[in-house]
């Protein structure tokens, strides 16, 4: 059966059962990790957490990966040294993963540490928008679209997914590095991650729909500084598209938890 939502998030039995997981965990100050592809509502599922858990009088760190991303001289660089699509946003290879590491071990340790943030609109990090931490918190809420991805095989990188990867690297050389980076540098992030809940989508193509809500939302809030239109959106949802389709038929059988989304976000419940 489909289970009710809240109009602005998920259910109040989904709430307390994942900030009932987190403070079982035996790490002094743990990372509850929330993935799931783009629109699927990490953020607000974190959010919920995040404030769930300060109501019964906890300290609440909450990180995006989305806040990792190289900035955007970063990824130019890259974009010339390496291939010119890395200098969208998104892939793996396009985050700053030693970053992520240091923030966590921060966290974990109790220090003083700067949470990082992204402007999407900007396409640049948010150097005067950092949010300062100062001593302990009892928990930390880390949400991503593909945290705890992991490296597909080589051999299946040889066939082009979708029209980018067959028009814009038709050598494959984009492709194997996105998937080098997360062989080699991923893993040393998802090490870091004491719990790892997956939001599951019906499948891939709704994230179209879900991504589109997204740009639209945060145009909305900020109407001057325009967006993407569909045509934009559509080529760079394909830049996501190899690992999101590899998360989808890899995470279920990791994640310590599945939980299963219609196409209106709603948890479906067996």
């Keep these: 059966m489909t289970q009710a939502t809240h109009p602005d998030g998920f259910p109040d039995a989904i709430v307390a059962e994942a900030l009932a997981a987190a403070r079982a965990l035996t790490p002094r100050t743990p990372v509850f990790a929330i993935s799931g592809l783009q629109g699927s509502g990490k953020s607000t599922l974190a ?60 966290l974990r340790a109790g220090d003083d540490v700067a949470l990082p943030r992204f402007d999407k609109l900007a396409d640049d990090r948010a150097q005067d928008a950092w949010t300062q931490v100062r001593g302990r918190v009892d928990l930390v809420l880390f949400e991503g679209w593909c945290l705890g991805a992991v490296a597909e095989d080589e051999a299946a990188l040889a066939t082009p997914l979708n029209a980018l990867e067959r028009d814009e690297d038709a050598d494959g050389r984009w492709r194997r590095y996105c998937n080098a980076a997360l062989r080699q540098d991923y893993p040393a992030l998802w090490a870091r991650i004491d719990a790892l809940w997956f939001l599951q989508p019906p499948g891939f193509d709704i994230v179209r729909t879900w991504r589109w809500q997204q740009e639209q939302a945060m145009v909305a809030r900020d109407p001057a500084r325009g967006g993407m239109d569909r045509a934009q959106l559509d080529r760079f949802i394909q830049h996501y598209e190899r690992t999101s389709r590899h998360l989808l038929a890899t995470l279920p059988a990791t994640a310590d938890r599945v939980i299963g989304l219609d196409e209106a976000r709603r948890p479906v419940v067996a």
Excluded: M
């Design 47 to 106: 959010a919920q957490i995040a404030t769930r858990a300060e109501t019964d009088g906890l300290r609440v760190a909450v990180l995006s990966l989305d806040d990792l991303y190289l900035t955007r001289d970063q990824r130019g660089q890259l974009s010339r040294d390496v291939h010119p699509l890395l200098a969208t946003r998104g892939p793996p290879g396009t985050h700053d993963v030693a970053l992520g590491c240091e923030v966590l071990d921060a």
